[in-house]
């Protein structure tokens, strides 16, 4: 199957401060999404990114679909306690017909006040 | 939109007993829904691709008897866990796929948290 590289695992930082994760696969994809995962409950889509090089925002969060189409970073500026949960990119390869996602390990964010 | 409904959302059995979970897509219609299977501080691991009115795709490692899936109409998926045991206890979310106009990212539902004892 698929690698997804998701990276950092985890982040610790203060309230106000930028965040920034990536992912990388070893493989072209066509589409690049990202979703927050709160505990207990299941992931939330926050940026769908369809085409090489793209540049989508919502609200604070920032996502890029990679040049190479094998990576994205999403950057979430001034963070604030809510913004805690596990973060996972996921991909869709350019044979897929039904959609079947590939995810990475998630990045677990912690905010402090 | 996109609302994705799962239910139960906890459920506590003996082991032994089969459980069945449901999926719905409340305001669309999903050819496509996908059952996945995670663990405590791990990624979603996909189990079965369900298409409806056709049998279930399974990923390989995936017991199909153990894990029936039912896709009967647009709206429903359901699993069902076959005498289950305390090794099948995890968090199971389903997803689905709106089809009309264009390509449609996957949605999700908030997850059944099984336990079995």
């Known amino acids: 199957g698929q690698q997804l590289n998701q990276s950092p695992q985890s982040m610790f930082i203060q309230e106000g401060e930028d965040v920034s994760m990536n992912c990388t696969s070893s493989s072209i994809f066509n589409t690049w999404l990202w979703y927050k995962q709160d505990p207990g409950e299941g992931p939330v889509l926050l940026i769908a990114l369809y085409k090489a090089g793209e540049l989508t925002s919502n609200g604070r969060l920032t996502a890029q679909f990679g040049i190479t189409r094998k990576d994205s970073f999403l950057n979430i500026s001034a963070s604030i306690p809510s913004d805690v949960g596990i973060y996972f990119c996921a991909g869709i390869d350019r044979g897929s017909t039904l959609g079947r996602l590939y995810f990475g390990r998630g990045t677990q964010l912690t905010v402090w006040p | 939109g996109a609302v994705v409904s799962q239910h139960p959302s906890w459920v506590i059995c003996k082991s032994g007993t089969s459980v069945k979970i449901e999926c719905r897509s409340l305001d669309f219609q999903a050819t496509t829904m996908f059952w996945y299977r995670q663990f405590p501080k791990q990624s979603l691991m996909l189990m079965a691709t369900?298409?409806?009115?056709?049998?279930?795709?399974?990923e390989q490692g995936v017991e199909k008897d153990k894990f029936l899936i039912n896709h009967a109409s647009l709206t429903l998926s359901t699993l069902t866990v076959t005498s289950a045991h305390p090794e099948d206890s995890s968090f199971y979310i389903c997803?689905?796929?709106?089809?009309?106009?264009?390509?449609?990212?996957?949605?999700f539902g908030d997850g059944t948290r099984l336990s079995i004892l």
């Open positions: 369900s298409n409806e009115g056709s049998k279930a795709t399974y």
């Open positions: 997803s689905a796929r709106d089809h009309a106009g264009g390509f449609q990212p996957q949605h």
